[in-house]
Nanobody, 121 residues
Framework: QVQLVESGGGLVQAGGSLRLSCAAS????????MGWFRQAPGKERERVAA????????YYADSVKGRFTLSRDNAKNTVYLQMNSLKPEDTAVYYC??????????????WGQGTQVTVSS
């Protein structure tokens, strides 16, 4: 198993930036494909970005492409979601997720507790 803890959320003005971190503990982090999801009130959970276990391959939702960057540091057991040019519609609880696998996925097995991101207009 792997345990995930997100951090870095907060309140930011539109156009601002935040960097979310997801620290993993447990089994070998480099064996896990990782993803970030978000859920806004009254909306379904949305996959925002994903990264392969090697870090070579990434996926971004159209809504964040060009503004968000997902990276991982396997030596630090951490993934980072750099969020730039934030918009009010980015407001949501952001969740980190892990799957003991290679590539990019929509389904993950392990989840963090979430971190709130609020973008004011």
């Amino acid at each position: 198993q792997v345990q995930l803890v997100e951090s870095g959320g907060g309140l930011v003005q539109a156009g601002g930036s935040l960097r979310l971190s997801c620290a993993a503990s447990g089994r070998t982090f480099s064996s896990y494909a990782m993803g970030w999801f978000r859920q806004a009130p009254g909306k379904e959970r949305e996959r925002v970005a994903a990264i392969s276990r090697s870090g070579v391959t990434t996926y971004y939702a159209d809504s964040v492409k060009g503004r968000f960057t997902l990276s991982r540091d396997n030596a630090k057991n951490t993934v980072y979601l750099q969020m730039n040019s934030l918009k009010p519609e980015d407001t949501a609880v952001y969740y980190c997720a892990a799957r003991y696998d290679v590539g990019l996925y929509t389904q993950y097995d392990y989840w963090g507790q979430g971190t709130q991101v609020t973008v004011s207009s």
